[in-house]
């Protein structure tokens, strides 16, 4: 026990003098979190859009003023044809075309219907889809609004039609943030560089120095070795998550809304196995470069594809999607945010957090096992 | 009483032998010098007889326990400072010897005994906070070394530890090896420098893997080497040593320092014959030329090039 006390001191001692330490566990989380934040935004917001206004009055204009004031739809043309329109469309200067007919406003007086057109570049499917729904939304609640002050108008009794108009809601992320959805699971992410990434480097340089095999001399048992090495890499990992946290909080108003206790455990059941990876790159690996390859290749890049963090594990073929199960980060991301964004607790996360638990032990035993073969 | 004992101990690395069938013993309290080229195998024997790597084959009493079935019990009766720098630089002189006394579970008065026999040895008394790493190269060996046997052990390997050191802060570490010997720790150590094997007390030469020669340095030039070394002094030496090779009178030539060594059977026909064919010949003009005894260098040369 002393002896591993021994150890967690001079690693510490290690971290004080090495700025590049303090730089890893305290800016690069942040530094991470407001890059991947604004760059995972995937809202669909601002869709630049050229308008064709062959009615020009100001029934048109009203609509084009709404448009603008949503926030989902950013006017940066007015043309005069479907010519011009392709061609912004084909440069990828707009997203959406929206025409109006020359009789908008007349046909609206007369009580008709009036006919828009709306155009959409569809080679990104997902946003396509996304704005029209919105164009089809805003379009609908204009329409609305001008047959009901239209009857305002002809001094007659009131009589409101019952419109029923389907609201779709989403719980827990009310505007379907992507950020709110991705910022969460970057907390895996960063617990992978600070855990695997500082673990294996750290064991190698060991190597890599020559105070290794000085240690291995030494009574120091194979097992007090592992635990004196990763008790530290542990507490930084925690110290990294509160960071994370904070800042999320600050930064992008993301607040915990379940159990921060619970976060905490599930943590540390998640750094266990990416302890494990490391120590197992850190037995395969001579050299803290390689180390660093084979981190970020054989353990990060997979983990980060086939976890569901970027895209949709649904979508992925049968063989990849069985893989996934083995993929630590993969239920961690599913704690994460239900913890964080919906507030659940053990009741419901229970499985994950169990399996979590039981692939950290593992793999860490496998690999300490293999670690202390190699040494002896 | 053998403190180390060496038998049949045989180290593959797949197909390539670094440490081929080698057996010796080593006297308790003794300074053992194990000498090599480049490659020989010194750091892999020393490797196994401290139990980091397991033979293929053999076995070898270290401290009187077996490295094969008690490399636990070997580790604790050893120190051993391997070739390449074995303490933290990133840790002050203090922390190291903190850190590697604690992991040898030393406490209380005996540690601080130690710790102060350690800095006293070093020459870091008041310079307890210096990083490691800023440390002259003489003053980081004697602490590594004071460090590698800071538990007191019965017995240490030192893997090269002069290599890159200046000759006086080379002399004074040899003082300090002598002092532990006094003190009757057993030191086993490898070294490049043969004028360093004549402060052991024992030696042996392995080359390639396989043991070539082994006892005291005037055994060594006695035993090993039955014919005369010719030492010869002259201008455009490399030119006259070029010249000698042809003869077959002269067995071997080296170059020592400015001066050449030949090596022949017969050290006063040999001396008229170089006298005649340099200065009459080819008209060197030839300083000094001596029958001496030959060097552990010489018996090495001869040694390996036999071999
Ligand atoms: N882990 C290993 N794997 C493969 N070959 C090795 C390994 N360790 C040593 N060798 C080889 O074994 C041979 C002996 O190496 P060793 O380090 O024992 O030599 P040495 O006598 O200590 O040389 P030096 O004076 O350069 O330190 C070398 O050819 C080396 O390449
Ligand atoms: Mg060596």
Request: aromatic share 10%; glycine share 8%.
């Amino acid at each position: 026990m002393n002896t591993i006390l021994h150890f967690v001191k001079k690693e510490f001692l290690q971290f004080k003098r090495d700025p590049k330490m303090f730089i890893i566990i305290l800016f690069a989380p942040i530094v991470q979190l407001v890059f991947l934040g604004y760059a995972a935004n995937m809202d669909v917001e601002n869709v630049k859009t050229a308008i064709i206004d062959r009615n020009r009055t100001t029934e048109s204009r009203l609509l084009i003023e709404k448009l603008e004031q949503s926030g989902y739809f950013s006017i940066e043309y007015y043309i005069n044809d479907y010519k011009e329109a392709e061609k912004l469309i084909e440069k990828g200067k707009v997203i959406c075309v929206l025409s109006f007919p020359v009789d908008f406003d007349t046909k609206l007086s007369r009580g008709e219907s009036a006919q828009l057109q709306a155009i959409f570049d569809g080679s990104d499917g997902n946003t396509a889809s996304i704005a029209a729904g919105y164009m089809i939304k805003l379009v609908a609640e204009h329409s609305q609004k001008i047959v009901l002050t239209a009857r305002d108008k002809s001094g007659k009794a009131l009589l409101i039609p019952a419109t029923i108009s389907a609201e779709t809601r989403n719980w827990y992320n009310p505007t379907l943030k992507t950020r709110n959805f991705m910022v969460p699971a970057i907390v895996g992410l960063l617990l992978m560089i600070v855990t695997l990434i500082l673990t294996s480097l750290a064991i190698v340089k060991e190597k890599e120095i020559g105070t290794m095999e000085q240690l291995i001399v030494t009574p120091i048992k194979p097992h007090q070795l592992i635990i004196g090495k990763l008790i530290p890499f542990t507490i930084l990992g925690m110290v990294s998550v509160v960071v994370v946290l904070t800042a999320m909080r600050v930064i992008f108003n993301i607040p915990v809304r379940g159990s921060i206790l619970l976060l905490f455990v599930s943590s540390f059941f998640y750094v266990l196995s990416l302890l494990g990876f490391g120590l197992f790159i850190s037995t395969i690996s001579k050299t803290q470069q390689q180390a660093m390859m084979l981190s970020i290749f054989v353990v990060m890049l997979p983990m980060t594809f086939l976890s569901g963090f970027s895209f949709p594990i649904e979508n992925m073929p049968y063989f990849i999607q069985m893989v996934s199960y083995l993929i630590p980060l993969k239920y961690f991301i599913v704690i994460i945010r239900g913890i964080i964004l919906k507030g659940v607790g053990i009741g419901i996360l229970w499985d994950e957090i169990l399996i979590l638990f039981l692939m950290g032990i593992t793999i860490l035993y496998f690999s300490s096992k293999n670690f202390q073969k190699k040494i002896n | 009483m053998h403190s180390i004992t060496v038998n049949n101990l045989t180290k593959k690395f797949g197909s390539f032998v670094s440490v081929d069938n080698i057996s010796f013993n080593v006297k308790e309290g003794e300074i053992f010098g194990f000498l090599g080229a480049n490659g020989a195998g010194k750091s892999t024997t020393i490797r196994m007889l401290c139990g980091i790597l397991e033979p293929t084959s053999g076995d070898a009493l270290v401290g009187g326990f077996s490295i094969n079935s008690e490399p636990d019990k070997v580790k604790s009766s050893i120190g051993y400072m391997s070739q390449r720098f074995s303490l933290y630089n990133d840790l002050t002189v203090q922390e190291n010897i903190d850190f590697f006394g604690g992991v040898y579970g030393l406490s209380g008065s005996n540690f601080r005994e130690r710790k102060n026999w350690v800095l006293e040895i070093a020459n870091l008394k008041g310079k307890e906070n210096l990083l490691t790493g800023l440390l002259p190269g003489g003053i980081k060996q004697r602490l590594a070394l004071g460090t590698a046997v800071i538990h007191n052990p019965k017995i240490v390997f030192l893997d090269e530890p002069t290599s890159g050191v200046d000759p006086i802060s080379r002399r004074s570490f040899w003082d300090l090896i002598n002092q532990l010997s006094e003190e009757g720790t057993t030191v086993f150590v490898t070294t490049h420098y043969l004028e360093e094997a004549e402060f052991c007390n024992n030696i042996i030469l392995i080359n390639a893997g396989k043991l070539v020669a082994e006892g005291t340095s005037e055994e060594l030039k006695t035993n090993y080497i039955n014919h005369k070394i010719i030492d010869i002094e002259c201008d455009r030496t490399v030119e006259a040593m070029e010249i000698l090779e042809k003869e077959t009178f002269v067995l071997d030539t080296s170059i020592f320092g400015n001066n050449l060594h030949i090596s022949v059977l017969d050290d006063v026909s040999a001396k008229k014959s170089v006298l005649a064919l340099l200065e009459g010949k080819h008209s060197f003009r030839i300083r000094k030329i001596d029958t001496i005894v030959p060097t552990l260098e010489d018996v090495f040369i001869h040694l390996i090039e036999k071999g």
